[in-house]
């Protein structure tokens, strides 16, 4: 099954979607996925299917211009997906998985998830419009079940008066979703810029947030940058900035990955895609279980414009390989830590002038010693289809197929045209 939201960003439909694919019926007959591809054999042509064969039960709908989508394994009930919204209301959504292709609202009894949505705006006692998080786009879920979010807009005080700016991440218990005040932990520090926050992971003793530059802060900009702050869960208010902007000169950063511990006290790597300059930013971590997190840059490696998510793969030797998508690009870069370097570069679709297709989520399925990547192109509407072959030889790495009709051409491209 792939779990995937559709943004509406244009604007072109009522709302946004929840879906859930079942690979195995996606297609016609004599059009259907292909197996992972093999290493033994040549590249085959890209297969491009359409026709999706989505259920009625297995679409749900949100509000537009989505964010990023968790998923929840639950140990004692159906799993459960979050996914932000950031057009009015400033949603977090929560969809039960009853069955695998069956989806339900958390909140509504129909299939419009706007009904029983959170919003993260409107919390009762706010004093001067605080706190609240517009723009909500980062998801993370924790071990506990507790979701994190981030939200891309620094909220002012009172709204619309660009004045009083913070930055939050969000709280949310996913069990029975709702937000107080105590629930909102500020992200800002004395001396050191807000701005607003992009991704976020909700690790067993601390949570990493991401900073996203918001061009339209007060100037003059600040001479340092809100690249990572770390939150203390055993005591949220307390806000650690690493200061990653003093060893890499980096403007903003999006996505990040964090490598899993081979004992409590093993260094981990926290891999951080950051722009201008567009880099894959490495960082060793040391006592993140410990009351004394520390968080270093080792390396970096140039990556091609616009870096967005990071996504990892572990292999059986125990390294991982970095998945990047570089949405300006209009690729999906692969980082081999033991080279050292980007080892291969996967066009998810065709450039159209300046028009890049756009690759941002990343989701992996993982069979013995090859892999099958899943991207979502925010520019043409279609999940793009990545197999590694052999993770030994992430070079080999190849697209095997789209997912969906395109959303750049014809009616679609129309519509984005009226709407702009």
């Known amino acids: 099954m792939l779990y995937v939201s559709s943004a509406n960003f244009d604007r072109c439909f009522d709302q946004g979607t929840v879906m859930a694919v079942d690979l195995d019926r996606v ?3 004599g059009n259907r996925l292909p197996p992972i591809a093999s290493a033994s054999l040549p590249a085959a042509d890209v297969v491009s299917i359409s026709q999706l064969n989505v259920a009625p039960e297995s679409r749900v709908f949100i509000q537009s211009y989505a964010g990023e989508l968790g998923f929840w394994s639950r140990p004692d009930a159906s799993p459960r997906i979050f996914v932000t919204a ?10 039960d998985v009853p069955e695998p292709t069956r989806l339900a609202c958390v909140g509504s009894s129909g299939s419009n998830c706007i009904e029983g949505a959170l919003s993260l705006t409107q919390v009762p006692g706010q004093v001067k419009d605080l706190p609240r998080a517009p723009a909500p786009f980062g998801v993370s879920v924790g071990s506990d079940g507790d979701v994190w979010v981030t939200h891309l807009s620094p909220a002012d005080a009172p709204a619309r008066s660009r004045t009083g700016f913070t930055s939050y991440v969000v709280r949310v218990p996913g069990a029975e979703p709702a937000v107080s005040i105590p629930d909102f932990i500020a992200l800002n520090l004395p001396d050191l810029p807000q701005d607003g926050s992009n991704s976020v992971i909700s690790d067993s003793r601390y949570v990493f947030v991401s900073g996203r530059y918001d061009e339209l802060l007060p100037s003059p900009a600040p001479a340092r940058r809100f690249l990572l702050r770390v939150v203390d869960k055993a005591n949220p208010a307390r806000v650690i900035d690493p200061g990653l902007d003093l060893s890499f000169a980096a403007s903003e950063a999006r996505g990040l990955a964090l490598t899993e511990g081979t004992t409590p006290d093993a260094p981990r790597r926290l891999y951080m895609a950051v722009r201008a300059p567009d880099s894959l930013l490495i960082l060793n971590g040391e006592g993140l279980d410990s009351d004394s997190p520390r968080l270093s840059v080792v390396g970096s490696a140039p990556l091609p414009n616009g870096p967005t998510a990071v996504q ?6 125990g390294s991982e390989l970095v998945l990047v998508s570089c949405s300006d690009a209009g690729v999906v870069a692969i980082y081999d830590p033991d ?3 980007v080892v291969a570069q996967v066009a998810v679709g065709q450039v159209r002038g300046t028009e890049s297709p756009r690759p941002f989520g990343l989701s992996v399925l993982k069979q013995g010693n090859a892999a099958r990547v899943f991207v979502s192109n ?4 279609r999940i793009s289809v990545i197999d590694i072959p052999d993770l030994a030889s992430p070079q080999q790495a190849r697209l095997v197929a789209y997912l969906g009709a395109r959303q750049d051409v014809g009616q679609a491209a129309t519509c984005t045209e009226v709407q702009q």
């Not at 990892?312 to 030797?317: A, G, K, P, S």
């Not at 925010?378 to 509407?381: L, V, Y």
């Open 378 to 381: 925010f520019g043409d509407g």
């Open 27 to 29: 297609g016609t007959e």
């Open 86 to 95: 950031r057009a009015d209301g400033d949603f977090l959504h929560a969809i």
């Open 339 to 341: 080279v050292g370097q």
């Open 312 to 317: 990892l793969i572990r292999r059986d030797t």
